[in-house]
């Protein structure tokens, strides 16, 4: 069996991603948006930003799984942000290897406090994100993050990194 890669994100895979989500229902849990089917120029322009990383999980030429990292040098902070696995994939532990694995990018490009945001109703993904070492953050401070935003988000912390005191 080929092992498994990951790798920059090759935006000609953006349509095979967008297919992904089954429902409208899955697209606003992945990524927020409402539209369904999402289009693959979202996922295109998602890599505009200079602060995104977005990267692919692959086995030999099977697309895995979706991921990005998003790089706030100003807070000194990394989040993990619209991770999807490819329907095939599903519960054969992918999501918590891409999980793994962009963690550790972000670690090794020195950012000690990892986050990640999560549609509440979403148990599958939360309780992959556990398995890779990620908590819940402060509940004060969960609070303060969700007050932006229109969902109230589980933030999640990697375990690993130091205790955020903001």
């Known amino acids: 069996m080929a092992r498994i890669e990951l790798l920059p994100f090759d935006v000609t895979h953006a349509a095979t991603v967008a297919g992904w989500p089954a429902t409208s229902g899955e697209v606003a849990m992945w990524c927020g948006r409402h539209d369904f089917p999402l289009p693959p120029r979202a996922i295109a322009e998602w890599q505009a930003g200079d602060d995104v990383r977005a990267h692919m999980l692959l086995r030999g030429e099977e697309l895995l799984a979706y991921g990005e990292l998003w ?32 963690t550790a990018l972000a670690t090794d490009a020195g950012y000690e406090d990892v986050f990640m945001r999560v549609h509440p109703h979403n148990e599958p993904a939360l309780r992959c994100y556990r398995r890779a070492a990620f908590l819940p953050v402060d509940p004060d401070l969960a609070t303060a993050w969700n007050a932006a935003q229109p969902v109230d988000y589980v933030w999640l912390h990697h375990s690993t990194a130091r205790t955020n005191t903001r």
């Open 71 to 102: 790089f706030d040098d100003e807070e000194d902070e990394a989040e993990l942000a619209r991770l999807i696995v490819s329907p095939a994939a599903r519960a054969q532990g992918i999501g918590q290897e891409l999980v793994c694995r962009l």
